[in-house]
């Protein structure tokens, strides 16, 4: 029934539950997100879907149910370890490194992969180590159009500015799944277009799996090859982009409600 | 091409005039030592203001890089500076210094050059800061400030404790201690040590630092393991907070618990907050400034007569109460302090130079250098 069952999953959330206090924010939430997939995850203001990111990037520890990123366990592992496993994600409401310049932002999530320690830091015995840094962020600083701002406080760039340098932050750490939380917030529709194009050129660029939550439903319906409803925590409805369009319960649930707001 | 060899350019001249700078210091610094016997006060409020640098850099490090709060400078002062007196007293004046209770045996013929003594007082700070860091930088970060102030506390407490006579001698501290034969001796431990902290805070792990202070969560998702990062950070900082522990112990000869009071740390906080937090340029000119000034302002606190009267504020503690109105007249208008995050350099210090220099020459020859 579906086509990507075939695929290798990259990531698989089997019964996440996720409670605060008497809160259910995530309730018996299943899914499953194939290689190079872009799979979004919808709902209303509140429906728990920055939540299940959360439990995915070790943020949260679910309170039950399990995470497997290529068939791995995740439970227990801290936010850092998963990074390193290789997901990386951006943040709804975006958290750069504000004061430090466009390029350092870059650089800093390339220091994962370094082979120094604080001496040879220190001491400059790692200018090889350095200078490959150094030269991979320019690299992927160009790629993303953003190598003229590389002297630019972060918090100077424009809201769209900040948002491309927070998945190019991402992109540094070499993911293989890139988790984007509501990427087109706040952006026109023009902007949302050249997103849109921009996310499936990454997926294809940096060989990347997409798991993003988003509102915009153009961008949705245009690339995504599944979509998970979430309502109150629990999943309504999964499928296809016509599936959902068409799903009574999801038009009642979710797109109403954004039409209110 | 253009740009680089403009840069070359200014590279050089960067150079040059370090190290004229460097040269003339050195050379002002060679002046009061040949002349030592007349300049002993300013000599004195010199090394003062350098061994404060290195403890405002070293919380700067802490406090202003890595965005945690630290208060536990003092206490990690004390271990480097009972450690590198203990080491350095010379062992035939130890007797006349524990004549009270004597001298445990474990110390007794212990003892170190004072270099040795130094980076060994650096280390036990180290270490301590290790032990406290592991279960309280796991938590937020506003534990690690009643946590490093209490653990300040216990070692001012444990020093002054009696079953530690036979170590720390007590209630009557330790003296003979042997001090800096000269400026440069504190001036070469100061800049070696601000060296290697500046050489820290531009790495590749000063930048993780950074990246904590701006944002926990993003640089956790950036792979930076949070725990470890900060420890390594809290952890350096003590370990130059007991280095420069051990130079205030050389430089005041001298040593009891009392002058590990938490007075200390907030002398020391003052500092970094006046030069800016998060600047190490502004913690060594605030090191100077906050020194100094304690000087300056000490006709405060002498009988002052107008026309024969005394004037009635004027008597000790009167200076304190006029440091701490400077102190909130700066707090309160220049919230940043003197440097903000900013850092010296002489690029910015030409800019400046040669804005006031183009105006004139544009004023003079108006179209004349239009590149
Ligand atoms: N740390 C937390 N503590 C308590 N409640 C939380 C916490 N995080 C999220 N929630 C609650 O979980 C629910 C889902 O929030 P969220 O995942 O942010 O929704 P969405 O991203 O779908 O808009 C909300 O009711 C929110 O208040
Ligand atoms: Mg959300």
Redesign the pocket.
Known sequence: MEPSETVADVLEMQSVV?Q??G?T??DELSLHVGKGEIIA?I????????????CITGI?QPTSGAVLFEGRNLRGLSPDVITRLGIARTF?NIRLFNNLSVFDNVLIAMHLRAKDNVFSATLRLNRKEEARMRAETELLLREQDLFGLKDEIASSLPYGLQRRLEIARALATRPSLLLL??PAAGMNPQETQELTDFIVRIRDQYHLTIFM?EHHMDLVMQISERIYV?NF?KMIAHGTPEDIQNNPEVIEAYLGVTEDA | MDQSFHAMGERRRNIVLSLCLAGLLLACCGYLQANKYEYNYAISIIERSLIYAVVAVSMNLVNGFTGLFSLGQAGFMAIGAYVTAILTIPTANRPSVYYISGIHPWIENLHAPALLALILGGLAAAACAALIGIPVLRLKSDYLAIATLGFAEIIRALIAAPMMDRITNGSYGLKSIPGFSSIFQVLALAACSIGLMVLLINSSYGRMFKAIREDEIAAEAMGINLFRTKELSFVISSFFAGISGGMLAMFMRSIDSKTFQVSLTYDILLIVVIGGIGSVTGSVLGAFLVTAGREILRFFDEPFFLGGVQVPLFRPGFRMVIFSLLLMIVVLFYSKGLMGTNEFSWNSICRFFGRKERKKQEGRVPHDGAK
């Open positions: 996720m605060f206090g809160v924010a995530v995850l709902g209303p203001n509140g429906a728990g879907k920055t939540t299940a990111f959360n949260y709804q939380d509501e939550i979430l925590g």
